[in-house]
């Protein structure tokens, strides 16, 4: 079993900045890739970005440029550095690890709201 806690979510304007963290507990030595996801309301669930345990990002095309995923393995801890956000950043952010016991498991953080006002 895996436990991910996130925080760092909040308001900001427009042009403004957050960094969420994610800190992974339980069985972390299993876990292979982490990343962040996020939903709006009356929306899907979408990937914002992934690292995998070796270092290697993928980002969604909206956020490319603007954030930015790191992972520190030795703390068990990913990050979300957002800068210049937008207003259609808005959305409740989630950490995601996937760990491979035999099989993969995916889970997941309670969630962080971010709101990015115009």
């Known amino acids: 079993q895996v436990q991910l806690v996130e925080s760092g979510g909040g308001l900001v304007q427009a042009g403004g900045s957050l960094r969420l963290s994610c800190v992974a507990s339980?069985?972390?030595?299993?876990?292979?890739?982490m990343g962040w996801y996020r939903q709006a309301s009356g929306k899907q669930r979408e990937l914002v970005a992934g690292?995998?345990?070796?270092?290697?990002?993928n980002y969604a095309d909206p956020v490319k440029g603007r954030f930015t995923i790191s992972r520190d393995n030795a703390r068990n801890t990913v990050f979300l550095q957002m800068n210049s956000l937008k207003p259609e950043d808005t959305a409740v952010y989630y950490c995601?690890?996937?760990?491979?016991?035999?099989?993969?498991?995916?889970?997941w953080g309670q969630g962080t709201q971010v709101t990015v006002s115009s």
């Open positions: 995601h690890a996937q760990a491979e016991v035999g099989a993969l498991y995916d889970y």
């Open positions: 339980g069985s972390t030595i299993n876990i292979n890739d």
């Open positions: 690292v995998s345990r070796g270092g290697t990002t």
